[in-house]
């Protein structure tokens, strides 16, 4: 049985939910053609030098047979045929932001590529949509650490839409 994999989504330029119906679809032909297991779809505040707001989401690929670096490559691929420029400021505005957030209980950490993600316990954009999938375990890390560490964040502007994901 594959591990679960989490991934996280946002996007605050252009038409934000038809980047994330794309990127919905992208992750199921990683996920052997089904669709993945998808939160609400969250507006957030932006973080850094943007002042537009984000549509945020967390997926969840049970069916992904990709190892971490094969599905980075295929990760930084798709942003760039959707246009986003990799070289461009940290926390600049995007099209599309697609992060691997967990791999199981996987442990990576290299220049490349930080599983699990280096700043998600820092961000309610993406635990507040990785939370609400109801899973009792992220990784290796346990729901209720979770929680806690949501519990200790700033407040950042975040609000559950009533925008909906693609269907079959």
Known sequence: ML???????GSNLGKRH???HAAFEFLRSLNQGLPPIASAIYESSAVGPSSKAYLNAVCKLVHCPLM?????AKIKTYEQERGRDLSAEKWSERLIDVDIL?????VVQSQELSIPHKLLEERNFVL???????D?????VKKESLQRKLASLPFNSLQRTHLTWPTE
């Open 18 to 20: 038809g980047e994330l």
């Open 68 to 72: 971490p670096y094969d599905l980075l």
């Open 128 to 134: 507040v949509p990785l939370l609400s999938l109801g």
């Open 3 to 9: 591990a679960p994999i989490y991934i996280a989504l």
């Open 136 to 140: 009792s375990q992220y990784g290796y």
């Open 102 to 106: 967990y791999m199981g209980e996987l």
